[in-house]
């Protein structure tokens, strides 16, 4: 019982403080490799997959996206095409 009730007094604190973000954000979906990368309106950006998950910071250069994810600066450079984020190898991710 007390484990519920805590479960739910931290998702109420998370609610209530905007650490959860409901607007403000793009969302990109892979189906091929089952992630997700959302990009928020203050430059911020996580990439969610099976096998974790990294946060950090994306720049807009026309129609590039370059995500720099931390904590060792790794690069991915993106075209945007439509609603579709794609890589130089054709891979691509959809905006849900």
């Known amino acids: ?7 739910t007094i ?3 604190i998370l609610t209530l403080s905007g650490c ?7 969302v990109y979906h ?3 490799y089952n992630n997700n990368i959302t990009l928020y309106n203050d430059f911020t950006a996580t990439y ?3 096998k974790g998950s990294w946060a950090g910071t994306y720049k807009i ?4 996206i370059i995500l720099i994810l931390a904590p060792f600066g790794s690069v991915s450079e993106y075209t945007k095409q439509g609603d579709r984020l794609v890589m130089s190898d054709g ?3 959809v905006k849900i």
């Not at 019982?1 to 479960?7: A, F, Q, S, T, V």
């Not at 959860?20 to 793009?26: L, N, S």
């Not at 250069?61 to 590039?64: G, P």
Request: proline share 3%; charged share 35%.
């Open 20 to 26: 959860v973000q409901t607007e403000g954000k793009t």
């Open 91 to 93: 891979d691509f991710w």
């Open 10 to 12: 931290v998702i109420l």
């Open 30 to 32: 892979s189906e091929k």
């Open 1 to 7: 019982m007390n484990k519920y009730m805590i479960i």
């Open 61 to 64: 250069d026309d129609d590039k």
């Open 48 to 50: 969610i997959s099976p």
